[in-house]
């Protein structure tokens, strides 16, 4: 796993799509079907937290527990992450995702999301954090990736 985190840039370096309001709206951690990278899980792990609290696996994928509707890591009384600095990649990239169906796309749920549509060099860093994400998803996993949606999907975006 040491070569899968290497390939990535330290998480503090990855930073879009910040805004304040997203340090209280909590939206995105409601439902969440976040899944987890192999490097999410130790770098979770390394701070302390068991596997078992953060982890389920859904569609065969390890994703984000939920714990009353929420993510296990949001803090309903302070609408906060509590693991913000460390948490997921895919949380830092959000609310870009990939759609199996739609490919590249925001999720219009999160009420900035046409706001950080419009950052476009943020958006061209978040689609290489994206296809770093689903490489090491594949990689790990076995998920399979429709890149050519992916690429057709990012390049409209960006």
């Not at 792990?45 to 569609?59: N, P, Q, S, W």
């Not at 739609?102 to 950052?119: N, Q, Y």
Request: proline fraction near 4%; charge should be positive.
């Amino acid at each position: 796993m040491n070569n899968s985190r290497s390939r990535f840039k330290p998480f503090s370096e990855i930073n879009v799509f910040e805004h304040e309001k997203c340090l209280t709206c909590g939206l995105c951690c409601r439902g969440t079907e976040m899944v987890l990278t192999p490097s999410d899980i130790v770098r979770l792990e390394a701070l302390g937290f068991k596997r078992d609290l953060f982890v389920e696996v859904r569609g065969g994928l390890p994703r984000l527990r939920n714990i009353n509707g929420h993510c296990v890591f949001f803090d309903e009384r302070s609408g906060r992450c509590l693991v913000y600095p460390q948490r997921p990649t895919g949380c830092r990239v959000y609310p870009l995702v990939f759609d199996e169906e739609k490919g590249v796309t925001f999720d219009r749920e999160c009420p900035l999301s046409a706001e950080f549509s419009a950052r476009k060099h943020e958006v061209v860093q978040a689609v290489a954090e994206l296809e770093k994400i689903l490489k090491e998803l594949e990689r790990s996993y076995g998920y399979r990736v429709n890149w050519k949606l992916f690429s057709a999907t990012s390049r409209r975006l960006t």
